[in-house]
């Protein structure tokens, strides 16, 4: 065979290569969603609590990862109907997923509140007198008959452990629910934030009761 | 006209009269004018209660003699001195003895005498210095049982007051009980003596293999110390030099901790609680891991493309299905 047939016949093959790709991608077209023209989604955050200086403090408590009840973890925003019924919130997201915004606002709002330095994900080898368990029960958006009813419901339940024996010093649950006050995104994470807050208050109050039992 | 008397008749008719009253006294006083006597002295100790003055004396049931006086012994209070007067037929010597009695529990006390019998024995004369022989005494048992009737009578009254406070209403209960088991116990016994023999034969069996157990254990412990005293040298020495080499490892570990005891310690404070926390991690992890696997097992394009659903509109306040 001359090389004139060899580049005739590559020059054909790889013709129908890239006529079969193109025939492949057109009809993998109602599989892949390209978007659509359609508003984009409202990404919110926690208003985080700035977070006391107690890194000499004697009492050093590691905050362990939330563990999310069925549903709520992820980035959407969970809403609860009548009957039990569970969806999202529809062009509202978080811009991260709840179980590091629950666990980061637990580690800032507890350590300015309790007067115990709270460690979070980033000071993994840090040596600690306890640790923290938290399991979130509730962390959602009720809506009402009317927007008056609307609500915000976080109930979140603490396991607080001693390291150097594995004692269980207590299982508080704190339970918050705010009012909605507008029909946009901005208001439902303003109840959200203002459910953490009074969770983070009170459990905050009660790490400092504990603390002394924490220290290294 | 005179009146004329006469005197022989009246004098004969009152010599009568008298002798006629003389013989009377005699027979009603029994006086045996032919009988003869003999006086002794009988010393009795204690107390001679009942016995009076003419009480009968007896020797072989017959009325022999009586009392003639009582009196204390002069030289010894505790003793009674008894004067009798004995027919002089009856055998005393010194083998007799004299015994006080009673007739009955009437009180009226008598003497009787007893031995005399052996006509080689003694006769009984009077001491220097004494009037009359004195015949041996013994106490007598009624005697002495009326002596020792008060302290009887206090032991019977404390018996008595024991007997009742034994005899209490809880303690008859508990001695019914007890008649109630031991009733019960011995008719368990006399049940259980139908099975003694099987028993018995077959504790003999269970003997009778004891022994042959005996017997193989003996040639067993025999052939064992055989066997223990080949091997036991080569296991202790095994063991032995294990010990050694464990000694050794030991020693080459505390070697080794000590000169990395900074960095062991290190470890310990600082890299135990976070592989504690990371072995935490990796759990939740793992799964979340799982539960994703069972997703795609499930429903291969839920995981890659979400989950068809109703999302709820703020604005409109209700749900809207989700256009893809």
């Known amino acids: ?216 | 006209m005179e009146t004329r008397a006469s005197y022989m008749l009246v004098g004969g008719f009152v010599l009568t009269f008298l002798a006629g009253l003389v013989a009377f006294a005699i027979w009603l006083a029994k006086v045996d004018l032919d009988a003869e006597y003999n006086d002794y002295d009988i010393y009795f100790e204690g107390s001679v209660s009942g016995l009076l003055n003419r009480s009968i004396v007896y020797f072989q049931g017959i009325p022999v003699g009586e009392v003639r006086d009582i009196s204390l012994n002069p030289e010894d209070p505790s003793q009674v001195l008894v004067w009798v007067r004995v027919r002089a037929e009856v055998p005393v010597n010194e083998e007799s003895i004299a015994k006080l009695e009673f007739q009955g529990f009437t009180g009226v006390a008598f003497i009787v005498l007893y031995g005399g019998h052996n006509r080689d024995a003694p006769a009984l004369v009077p001491h220097p210095g004494q009037e009359r022989p004195i015949i041996k005494s013994e106490p007598s048992p009624l005697a002495e049982f009326f002596e020792s009737a008060p302290n009887l009578v206090n032991q019977a009254i404390l018996l008595t007051g024991q007997i009742q406070k034994l005899l209490n209403d809880d303690n008859l209960e508990n001695v019914a009980g007890i008649i109630a088991n031991t009733e019960r116990l011995t008719g368990n016994l006399a049940d259980g003596t139908e099975d003694l023999e099987v028993m018995v034969a077959e504790v003999r069996g269970i003997l009778a293999q004891a022994q042959t157990a005996a017997e193989r254990i003996t040639t067993l412990v025999e052939t064992s110390n055989t066997v223990i005293g080949e091997d036991a040298r080569q296991l202790i020495a095994e063991t032995a030099k294990t010990m050694q080499t464990a000694t050794a490892l030991l020693e080459r570990v505390d070697n080794m901790v000590a000169a990395n005891e900074g960095t062991v310690t290190q470890f310990v404070n600082t890299s135990l609680p976070e592989v504690s926390r990371m072995i935490l991690d990796l759990r939740v992890t793992a799964r979340n891991l799982s539960r994703l696997m069972s997703r795609i097992e499930q429903n291969p394009a839920e995981v890659i493309f979400g989950t068809k659903e109703a999302e709820y509109d703020l604005k409109s306040r209700k749900t809207v299905e989700e256009d893809n």
């Open chain 1, 1 to 216: 065979m001359s090389d004139f047939s060899v580049k005739k016949t590559f020059n054909m093959v790889s013709k129908a290569v890239a006529v079969s790709s193109l025939m492949l991608v057109a009809g993998c077209g109602p599989l892949i969603s390209f978007g659509d023209d359609g508003p984009a989604d409202q990404i919110f955050s926690l208003d985080y609590p700035v977070a006391g200086d107690h890194s000499s403090a004697a009492s050093v408590i590691y905050v362990a990862e939330p563990l999310m009840s069925g549903g709520l973890s992820g980035t959407q925003v969970s809403v609860v109907l009548d009957d039990n019924q569970r969806t999202s919130l529809m062009g509202v997201r978080w811009n991260a997923n709840t179980t590091d915004m629950v666990r980061d606002y637990l580690v800032r709002g507890l350590s300015a509140q309790s007067g115990a330095l709270m460690l979070g994900e980033g000071a993994l080898d840090v040596k600690a007198g306890c640790r923290l368990g938290v399991k979130v029960w509730d962390y959602e958006y009720v809506p009402g008959n009317s927007i008056s009813d609307d609500r915000v419901d976080v109930e979140i339940e603490l396991i607080l452990v001693r390291y150097i024996d594995n004692a269980l010093l207590g299982q508080p649950t704190f339970a918050a629910s705010e009012a909605v006050s507008g029909s946009d995104g901005v208001d439902v994470v303003d109840g959200f934030n203002r459910a953490m807050a009074s969770i983070s208050r009170d459990a905050g109050d009660w790490i400092g009761q504990n603390r002394e039992a924490c220290q290294l």
